[in-house]
């Protein structure tokens, strides 16, 4: 059982950047591959980041590419989220996600967070 909080949503204006941190409770944290997703209202969740369980291999959505990056540290069972160059569509609710071998499909993901909202003003 894995038990995710996301945390470091919050209000940023455009080209601003933002970190976002997700800590895990359970021991197998390190066995899990991590994703952050995210969803816009109105939209579906969609796929942002995700990075396997040893940290050395990672994947990014189109949308974030070059402007985000995700990482993790196992010994603070914790994985992150940094956000550059901040625009408008990037402003949705942020979930942290946890699933052994997952890719990029939420239905690969067992454990969710409740979320971080996320918002870029103009």
């Known amino acids: 059982q894995v038990q995710l909080v996301e945390s470091g949503g919050g209000l940023v204006q455009v080209g601003d950047s933002l970190r976002l941190s997700c800590a895990a409770s359970g021991r197998t944290f390190s066995s899990y591959t991590m994703g952050w997703f995210r969803q816009a209202p109105g939209k579906e969740r969609e796929f942002v980041a995700n990075?396997?369980?040893?940290?050395?291999?990672?994947y990014y959505a189109d949308s974030v590419k070059g402007r985000f990056t995700i990482s993790r540290d196992n010994a603070k069972n914790t994985v992150y989220l940094r956000m550059n160059s901040l625009k408008p569509e990037d402003t949705a609710v942020y979930y942290c996600?946890?699933?052994?071998?997952?890719?990029?499909?939420?239905?690969?993901?067992?454990?969710w967070g409740q979320g971080t909202q996320v918002t870029v003003s103009s």
């Open positions: 990075i396997r369980w040893s940290g050395r291999s990672t």
């Open positions: 996600a946890a699933g052994a071998g997952a890719t990029t499909y939420r239905y690969e993901y067992n454990y």
